[in-house]
């Protein structure tokens, strides 16, 4: 009984879980997609007048200060195909101009920083120049891909200027951030999860149940059977009648 029950419940189960399965397998193959889409390019639009620095890693400049906030965002929390702000800070505290030329961000595995998992927009601004002594702040709006997993991500920014028309940059950000799924806070992965977790326990219930059932079984004694004498009593008085015992009693009595 036991076994069929449990056939039943995995059976249920597994119809329960194969929408998630089919969705997990569409978002797969949509991921797929989107590698093949964008192989020979990065992810992001990339402005039209912004110049192409490639892979070059120019040097920060002496003189120039660089923060980063994340407004109304201390989380640091990014859903998933949704545009997030942030703000980069720049204090040109040298004796030259400073022209911004552009922002530029990417997204890397937290376990594995030389990992790219993302190149992200890169943002051109246009006669951006901070003069000496003199602090200037500078929006920067990015998304990740509406494909990427939940989880925990490396998030490298670095801003790049020219100072007497030679270029440099500076890593205003390289720490962590969370990226959230769209759509609600339970992604697929969850769901799955939760269902497995509450099968397992109704298969453990059950079989504590059925273990349960079996030593009440066997601790159960079978019920006392209490023969009284009165009617044995009774019957033997009625065996003796006209033997030689009842007349000598009889004597006795009269006696």
Known sequence: MAMKIFSAFLFALLLLASPLLQVA????EAEADVGEA???????????????????????????????????NSAKLVVAGEETELLV???????????????????????????????????????????????????????????????????????????????FQSTFYNGTFEVAEAGGFLSIESVFLVTLGIALLVLLGLWLHGQFQRITKKTKRAPKVEVGTRSTDASMEEWLQGTAYTQSASKSKKK
């Open 38 to 72: 964008v192989e020979g390019g990065d992810l992001g639009i990339v402005g039209e007048d912004v110049q192409d620095f490639g892979d070059s890693n120019f040097g920060p400049a002496p003189g120039v200060e660089t923060v980063c906030v994340f407004p109304k």
């Open 89 to 167: 800070g720049m204090e040109n505290v040298g004796e030259s101009p400073v022209n911004v030329i552009a922002i530029r961000a990417s997204v890397h595995f937290s376990f594995d920083h030389r990992m790219l998992v993302q190149n992200l927009t890169v943002q051109a601004f246009n006669n951006a120049t901070v003069p000496p002594s003199v602090q200037a702040t500078f929006p920067y709006i990015f998304a990740v891909s509406k494909y990427l997993q939940p989880g925990t991500f490396d998030l490298v920014g670095t801003i790049i200027y020219e100072i007497d028309q030679q270029p």
């Open 25 to 28: 397998r569409c978002q797969s």
